[in-house]
Nanobody, 114 residues
Framework: QVQLVESGGGLVQAGGSLRLSCAASERIFSFNAMGWYRQAPGEQRELVGFFTSAGGTNYGDPVKGRFTISRDNAKNTMYLQMNSLKPEDTAVYYC????????WGKGTLVTVSS
């Protein structure tokens, strides 16, 4: 079965940076959609960023200009580079793959202190 494992979360000060990784048990190029969401405490899941059909990227408004997603097909891994972190970025971050169905990782917690 498809498994995704996020890593790299932790505690960081406002203004700092973190890079999250998402390791997949399948070849990620087999999927036609992939990216990252996040869920803050008591809030709904929110788009962070995703890869477009044309191979580009798109981002949710709260993270535009600060976050960057990338991928390494050889490692079957997606990345989320987070810069200029704010306390409101505190959330559990989830990666996903979609092809017929959607597969989610368990999430990794990012806590940004003021």
């Amino acid at each position: 079965q498809v498994q995704l494992v996020e890593s790299g979360g932790g505690l960081v000060q406002a203004g700092g940076s973190l890079r999250l990784s998402c390791a997949a048990s399948e070849r990620i190029f087999s999927f036609n959609a992939m990216g990252w969401y996040r869920q803050a405490p008591g809030e709904q899941r929110e788009l962070v960023g995703f890869f477009t059909s044309a191979g580009g990227t798109n981002y949710g408004d709260p993270v535009k200009g600060r976050f960057t997603i990338s991928r390494d097909n050889a490692k079957n891994t997606m990345y989320l580079q987070m810069n200029s972190l704010k306390p409101e970025d505190t959330a559990v971050y989830y990666c996903y793959l979609r092809d017929g169905t959607v597969y989610w990782g368990k999430g990794t917690l990012v806590t940004v202190s003021s």
